[in-house]
């Protein structure tokens, strides 16, 4: 394996963006006027501002904007505040965790490396990190390699460094089966879930064992961080490897009017602070962050209690659903006692004990049936502090594999057992969900924003009633505030290129959509961990599709309204959906450069990026 990454190694991690109360208030503020403003434009828009001339074009226009208004409710909720958990000192003894408890031994810890296909190499690297990990107190700790791809090198390396290997004979169930199994035969009491390139640091017990003090505490998630991510190169150095000399001196004299230029600057944006530092972490004080797999420490106890008390609910509901088809058959008010024993018999061997979930997106699967457990009041906790490091998508392939998985099991979850229909969560955790899943359905919005402003360059058709005033009037108040907001309510983390990313992902979150409404399964396939070669023309065709009709549109307006060629275009008109479709086009020429990103090939492009940059 070409461990590329080596040379990322002295990389540090983010810190957490400090919690400001003036800036959280502000943000509060911000956001408050941003949404009564936007219920005051939506009131107008659907009430005056429709073309009644054009309803074809108009109405999905306004429903478009209602969908995505409604993610800004649901976000806004999601960045209300930021209540980190307490930490408190890394227990002595099982009994500090425990309710009740007199039990005098050590705290028992299993880490759990599951794996398919990854490379033996790769996991040793992973595995010499964990075996690194301290401890101020005695502990038992276990760590584990789960061979789903029953290989004699895995084992090999196993034994190796000294640490234990489980496998089994299929692969049912995939990653949550591979964990099921892991579970049946290990004892520990609490378990460090990682990837095969999850490379935990030596802190990471000491930092999050203090969490599981409160009884209650189910799991904690630690934020996952990239620490391979490109860190591109400036425009002159690229230029002068495109073009030469003149490339390069052409190339300064934009950076002297823009300022710095970094191309190939984490093209797939990657970068999770975002997700961790800004949405998970800012869930803890409703008690609604939830698993993320990788780099999450989870009490046995809680994912045990869970798994039977979710396995007892699901006989009886199958069992429930059987009986109530054979009385409508037979006509019967009552089944017999005999047969209704006979077919929960039945129904108890056909049933899957699942631990964690057989699913795609197991880790969030498991997190609701925590969080929706009736009988206890399990908690979850976003740590603040990056714990592990780990290796990113390095092409576009790889990239759409995992967000593909990643949107498909979410919109599996909200279509099939949306946990907004499950007892046991209050209000306040369920609009947490729904944010997260209502943002996977943003490709039917998405492709309506896409094409409106290309619409109305090729036929001059407006989907407002008129681009005056009064559109202005209430177009711009919502839409500056929508903006200061977002500014302040994820200062310190950046977030343009996350929106774009968010835009040009259309494709993907579409046909992951398309897939779960036919009722297709979403597939297991693991992440690739290598770079795959070539470039990958072919997964960014509806982007440059967009890109190419949007200039065209563009061009093909400006003309027409200066020579009067075709349409009856308005200036401001043209102005507002000139800004629109230039956004537009900017998200999907981050995608398009992303498919035929290649990483520098040797150190000497680095140096020449140094030379030109200090213009030597």
Known sequence: MDFYFKEFEHRKPPEPVPHSIPRELLYQYLATCNLTLGVWYLWWRWSFALNYDALWFSLPLAFAESCAFIGSLLFTFNLWKTKDEPKKEPPHKIA???????????????????????EPELVRLSILDAQKI?????????????DDGKRPSMAALAQDLGIEYITREGNEGFKAGNLRNALEQTYGDFIVICDAD????????????????????????????????????????????????????????????YGPVTLGEDPFVNDPQMFYDVIQRRRNWVNASFCCGAGSIHRREAVM?????????????????????????????????????????????DTEFTPYKFHVSEDIYTSIVLHSDTERTWRSVQHPEVESKMLSPQDLQTWTVQRFKYSGGS???????????????DIK???????????NLSAIWNIIFLACPIIYFLTSIAPVSAYDTTFYLHFLPFVLTAELAMMVGTWGVAGYKGKTNFLSFFPV?????????????????????????GTFFKLVIPQIIVFSLSLFSMVFAWFSYSTGAFGSYSFGGLVLNSFWIINNMMAMWGMIAAAFWTPPSDKKQEQESEELEYGI
């Not at 005098?104 to 990854?118: K, L, M, N, Q, T």
């Not at 046909?511 to 036919?518: D, N």
């Open 96 to 118: 500090e965790c425990e309710n009740g408890s007199e039990e005098d031994r050590p705290i028992s810890v299993d880490v759990f490396f599951p794996s398919y296909d990854e």
């Open 198 to 257: 999850t490379r935990p640091f030596p802190t990471i017990l000491e930092h999050t064992l203090g969490y599981f003090r409160d009884p209650d505490v189910a799991w904690v998630q630690t934020p996952q961080w990239f620490f391979d991510l490109p860190e591109g190169e400036r425009l002159p150095a690229w230029l002068d490897r495109k073009v030469g000399r003149a490339g390069a001196f052409i190339g300064r004299g934009i950076e002297r009017l």
């Open 305 to 349: 209690e869970a798994a039977l008390r979710s396995y007892s609910e699901q006989i009886s509901k199958e069992h429930d659903a059987v009986e109530k088809q054979i009385r409508k058959l037979t006509k019967e008010k009552t089944v017999d006692k005999e047969i209704s024993n006979n077919l929960r018999q039945e129904i108890l061997f």
């Open 134 to 146: 301290t401890y101020p107190h005695n502990i038992e700790m276990k760590i584990y390699i789960l």
């Open 509 to 533: 979150n579409f046909r992951a959509l398309w897939t779960v409404l036919r009722g297709r399964k979403i597939s297991f396939p693991t992440t690739p961990k290598e770079r795959q070669t």
């Open 429 to 439: 955790q369920k609009l947490m969900y729904g944010a997260s899943f209502w943002s």
């Open 411 to 425: 919109i599996d979850i909200f279509m099939n057992d949306n946990p907004i229909f499950r007892k046991g969560m």
